[in-house]
């Protein structure tokens, strides 16, 4: 079992910079391949950012390439999402996800979620 807590939404203006934090329970942190996905209101969850066990492989939607940024850190069982450039558009709740075996780009793989935090960018 694995438990995933995000922290660092907000509200930020447009153009401005963000950084989310993903939180991982217990020693098996290494294991997943960790993505971030996005629901804005009535729409479908959307895949942002993924990145390999080891952190060597990231990839990314067409939305957010160029602007934001996932990394992780496995000795403090955390991933990143930094978001920069940010847009009115990125406004959505913001999860994290493990992957036990794909890459953690696909919702429907996914095996571990985070509740969700909201992030909002006014124009």
């Known amino acids: 079992q694995v438990q995933l807590v995000e922290s660092g939404g907000g509200s930020v203006q447009a153009g401005g910079s963000l950084r989310l934090s993903c939180a991982a329970s217990?020693?098996?942190?290494?294991?997943?391949?960790m993505g971030w996905f996005r629901q804005a209101p009535g729409k479908e969850r959307q895949f942002v950012a993924a990145i390999s066990r080891s952190g060597g492989s990231t990839y990314y939607s067409d939305y957010v390439k160029g602007r934001f940024t996932i990394s992780r850190d496995n000795a403090e069982n955390t991933a990143y999402l930094q978001m920069n450039s940010l847009k009115p558009e990125d406004t959505a709740v913001y999860y994290c996800a493990a992957d036990r075996v794909g890459r953690g780009t696909s919702v429907g793989s996914m095996d571990y979620w985070g509740k969700g935090i909201l992030v909002t960018v006014s124009s």
């Open positions: 217990g020693r098996t942190f290494s294991m997943y391949a």
